[in-house]
């Protein structure tokens, strides 16, 4: 499991499309489509069922979402709080 893999995992989600997701993301739907296979092969188990209206989380999907999200969310701050005082400038 890794940080790209829980942020297609998040944007499928959001996006209800692998392809808008992948968009989103700035990588190739091949890519993402890879790493979300990779990642069920990894946990046993799919997080999206296809249907009319795209890709919908199975149950373990939510349950896998709901675990993620706030881990997300607090490398969300974390990236904006340091991107935001040290953009421009590099370590010495």
């Not at 297609?8 to 739907?29: D, G, K, P, Y």
């Not at 990894?42 to 249907?51: A, I, Q, S």
């Not at 009319?52 to 990236?79: C, K």
């Amino acid at each position: 499991m890794n940080l790209r893999q829980l942020k297609i995992v998040e944007a499928v989600s959001r996006n209800f499309n692998l392809t808008a997701a992948a968009e989103v993301l700035h990588m190739s739907q091949p890519a993402a489509s890879l790493q979300l296979r990779h990642l069920e092969e990894e946990f046993g188990f799919k997080f999206f069922e296809r249907n009319n209206h795209g890709m919908e989380l199975t149950e373990q999907g939510r349950e896998f979402l709901d675990a993620i999200r706030p881990v997300l969310q607090s490398i969300e701050r974390i990236e904006a709080k340091f991107k935001r005082r040290y953009h421009g400038r590099f370590a010495q």
